[in-house]
C-alpha cells in the first residue's frame, strides 16, 4: 500500500486538527522510511521480481515491519509529540501504526508478529488480486479522502487546498499502480 | 531496478509526499474583508 496510508494521515489529520500535518503523513510512511535504510544496511532483505505482483518480496523486514516492532516504533514516535498534548502523541502512534495495519491485507505472511518469529501474518492481496488490490486501496481513498474533504470545508484550521491534495493523492496512486509503476 | 534501488525507492517514494501535501493543507489564508470603510 502506498497513497493509501496517506490518505488515512489526512484523514487522522482532519480527525485531529491539531497534529501537525508533516508529522501524521511521517508517522504513517514511518515503517517503510526504516525498511530503506535497514536494507541498504544489510539488516532486512527485499528481493526484485519483474512482471511478478508487486514486483518484489519481501523477504526480511522482521526490524521495520513486525507486528511487535510496529508497536514499538508506533509508540516511540508517539512520544516525540508529547510536547503537543496527549491527544496528539495518540494520533501519531495511531497513524504510525495505521501502517501495519493496512499492509496487513496487502502483503503476503511476510509481516513477523516480532523479529525472529516464526509466524507471519499478511492476507496476500497483492498476489491473489494483482489488479483488484489497486481498486480496494482507491476505494480506501476515496473513504478517507472524502471524509477529509468534508471535514476541512467546515475547518479554518487546515485543508485549505482539499483538492489539490486529492489530486496528489490520486497522483501517487496512479504512479503505484499495476499499469504504471516502474517495479 | 536493484534492491538497493527499490530501498531508496520506497524510501523517497514516502518522503517526498510529505511537504508537499503539508504545503496543500495549511489553512487557507482568511477572505478579504473587502474595502475598508470610506474615508470621504
Redesign the interface.
Known amino acids: 500500500m502506498?497513497a493509501g496510508?496517506?490518505a488515512v494521515g489526512?484523514a487522522l489529520?482532519a480527525k485531529e486538527p491539531r497534529a501537525?500535518?508533516?508529522g501524521i503523513?511521517?508517522g504513517v510512511?514511518l515503517l517503510?522510511?526504516l525498511?530503506?535504510?535497514l536494507?541498504?544496511a544489510g539488516v532486512e532483505?527485499?528481493?526484485?521480481t519483474p512482471a511478478i505482483s508487486p514486483g518484489?518480496t519481501l523477504d526480511y523486514i522482521d526490524w521495520s515491519h513486525s507486528a511487535a516492532m510496529a508497536v514499538f516504533w508506533s509508540l516511540l514516535f508517539g512520544l516525540l509529540f508529547l510536547r503537543f498534548g496527549s491527544r496528539v502523541a495518540g494520533v501519531m502512534t495511531l497513524a504510525a501504526f495505521s501502517h501495519f495495519l493496512l499492509d496487513l491485507p496487502m502483503h503476503p505472511p511476510d509481516l513477523a508478529l516480532w523479529p525472529g518469529s516464526p509466524i507471519h501474518l499478511g492476507f496476500g492481496l497483492w498476489q491473489t488480486l494483482p489488479v483488484g488490490w489497486w481498486v480496494i486501496e482507491l476505494g480506501l481513498i476515496a473513504v478517507a479522502g472524502g471524509y477529509y474533504l468534508r471535514r476541512s470545508k467546515a475547518s479554518?484550521?487546515?485543508?485549505?487546498?482539499p483538492y489539490?491534495?486529492l489530486a496528489?493523492l490520486l497522483a501517487?496512486h496512479l504512479s503505484n499502480s499495476p499499469w504504471l509503476s516502474?517495479? | 531496478?536493484?534492491?538497493?534501488?527499490?530501498?531508496?525507492?520506497?524510501?523517497?517514494?514516502?518522503?517526498l509526499?510529505?511537504?508537499?501535501?503539508?504545503w496543500?493543507?495549511?489553512?487557507?489564508?482568511?477572505a478579504d474583508a473587502g474595502p475598508g470603510p470610506s474615508t470621504e
Open positions: 502506498y496510508h496517506f489526512l489529520k501537525p500535518t508533516w503523513l511521517t510512511g517503510d522510511l525498511f530503506g535504510p536494507v541498504l532483505r527485499a528481493s526484485v518484489f479554518e484550521e487546515f485543508g485549505g487546498r489539490a491534495v496528489v501517487l516502474p517495479l | 531496478m536493484t534492491t538497493a534501488g527499490l530501498a531508496v525507492f520506497v524510501f523517497v517514494g514516502f518522503l509526499p510529505v511537504p508537499v501535501l503539508h496543500l493543507d495549511r489553512p487557507r489564508p482568511p
